[in-house]
Nanobody, 127 residues
Framework: QVQLVESGGGLVQTGDSLRLSCANS????????MGWFRQAPGKEREFAAA????????VYADSVKGRFTISRDNAKNTVYLQMNSLKPEDTAVYYC????????????????????WGQGTQVTVSS
């Protein structure tokens, strides 16, 4: 069973950094591609970053490319999102998601492809 719990959100100022964590309380992250999505008030949930099961492949939304880094530690059943140079437009609830996959190199940008979701963590960036 996969249960995802995000942490690390908070209130920061423009230019600050935050690191989000997503821990799986289930037995393993094995066979799971992981993604981070975000949802700002009044907007649809959008893709931010994704990483393959083996950690070898990553992909980012253009809006966060060069500022955010996704990584994972399968031994700790945890995926991270390092967010640097934060901007007010990064303000959103950030969600972690897991996708069952048979390929260690696969990942997905599509929300509909993910099978499990966390409850979200709020990130607020003040100007």
């Amino acid at each position: 069973q996969v249960q995802l719990v995000e942490s690390g959100g908070g209130l920061v100022q423009t230019g600050d950094s935050l690191r989000l964590s997503c821990a799986n309380s289930g037995p393993t992250f094995s066979g799971k591609a992981m993604g981070w999505f975000r949802q700002a008030p009044g907007k649809e949930r959008e893709f931010a970053a994704a990483i393959s099961w083996n950690g070898g492949n990553t992909v980012y939304a253009d809006s966060v490319k060069g500022r955010f880094t996704i990584s994972r530690d399968n031994a700790k059943n945890t995926v991270y999102l390092q967010m640097n140079s934060l901007k007010p437009e990064d303000t959103a609830v950030y969600y972690c998601a897991a996708k069952d996959t048979l390929s260690s190199e696969a990942y997905s940008l599509r929300r509909r492809n993910y099978d499990y979701w966390g409850q979200g963590t709020q990130v607020t960036v003040s100007s």
